[in-house]
């Protein structure tokens, strides 16, 4: 997408906005949007700062969102020493910094809810809020299928992540594994999928493998529960690799969680699951809800 191209509702929102900037460990593309109280969104696995690209209708009206192409993924550069989700935490509040941002809201995708997570457990006080879509809090709320699939691929000194790389490199290959083993068989909106074939063009094998690994073993819930803030939290019922009933039930015991089910979908996003998405952020923003801003 180019700077200034929002999709369906750019008409109504500011235009994105791209930059760039040059850290030790290499250059870090970001996107800015709107004004307001400042939101920083981290994409999820394999992703770049486009995967909310439908978000920023609604958000843009009244924040100022930040997006980064997260170290490794999109166009950024990867980072000389380990993709883990806290250090991807830590380039984003470098980015933070540089952009003078004090206190934020931090939102997430899948593996980026772990970015958003060790924000809070780097410097609790500054984040006022999460938003977290299909977070993966604890082993136990990622499904076993899923997470065996992931240990046996990401052991260290297999070939197994290397091959699956190569294979996803091919149109046909990657999705017909998304379809089979992430997606399910719902029909998954094009332009979602187009672009997600681009970001695992360009990501760094390195990265994906180091971060995925890590991001399925994370205890991230004494972080959540320790911090105490408001967080709302959107995941699909159908949802493959996030185990919802663990997830509801973590939720049902703290007030501070507001849970919001998406029915009849999956971990892929339709049309209709997008839909859904915006219509639930819509009332957040406008405090039904745990409050976004």
Known sequence: MKPGDAGAGAARVPALEEHWLSRPQGRLRYLLAGTGPPLVLCHGFIGSAENFETWIPVLARRHLVIIPDLPGFGRSDPLTGPHLSRCLATEVRCL???????QYQAGGLCLGAAVAVELVAAEPARVKG????TP???PEMVTRPF???VAALTLPGTLAFSAISAIGRLRPAADLYRRLVVEGSAEVDRRSADM????????????AREWLREATQLQLTRVVDGWGGPAAILAAEDDRILDVAALRDYCSSRSQLD????????????????KEQLRILEALDQGAGVAVG
Do not use: C
């Not at 999460?130 to 879509?133: M, R």
């Not at 849970?259 to 997008?274: C, K, N």
């Open 147 to 149: 997470r065996m699939q």
């Open 96 to 102: 933070l910094d540089h952009l003078g941002i004090g």
């Open 259 to 274: 849970l919001h089910l998406i029915s009849s979908s999956g971990h892929g996003w339709t049309e209709a699951f997008i």
């Open 136 to 138: 993966l809090l604890a």
């Open 130 to 133: 999460l938003v977290l879509h």
């Open 196 to 207: 997600n074939f681009q970001n695992q063009l360009r990501a760094s094998p390195r990265a």
